[in-house]
């Protein structure tokens, strides 16, 4: 079992910035892959950006390109999501979710609460 946990959201003003964090823990397995998601009300769950074990980083949402950037802390077993230049349109609740395991193909999928995240004058 992985727990994670996020942390880092607010109430931010449109061109601010955050940081989110998720921290692992209770893992015996390797992490494999780190994902940032989103979910803004009433839509669907997307992908923002992801980071493999080897630091590998995709950014899936060409709207946080160049605003957004993932880095990890082994060494704390958290992944970061530093949030610049924000704006309304990125308001949605952020999960960040891990592939554990030896590989992609049988690595369990696990999910952290969420962090809210709002971007409002």
């Known amino acids: 079992q992985v727990q994670l946990v996020e942390s880092g959201g607010g109430l931010v003003q449109p061109g601010g910035s955050l940081r989110l964090s998720c921290a692992a823990s209770?893992?015996?397995?390797?992490?494999?892959?780190t994902g940032w998601y989103r979910q803004a009300p009433g839509k669907q769950r997307e992908l923002v950006a992801t980071?493999?074990?080897?630091?590998?980083?995709?950014y899936e949402d060409d709207s946080v390109k160049g605003r957004f950037t993932v880095s990890s802390d082994k060494t704390k077993n958290t992944v970061y999501l530093q949030m610049n230049s924000l704006k309304p349109e990125d308001t949605a609740v952020y999960y960040c979710?891990?592939?554990?395991?030896?590989?992609?193909?049988?690595?369990?999928?696990?999910w952290g609460q969420g962090t809210q995240v709002t971007v409002a004058s």
């Open positions: 209770g893992t015996t397995l390797e992490i494999l892959v």
């Open positions: 980071i493999s074990k080897s630091g590998y980083i995709n």
């Open positions: 979710n891990v592939l554990s395991g030896t590989n992609l193909e049988t690595a369990a999928i696990y």
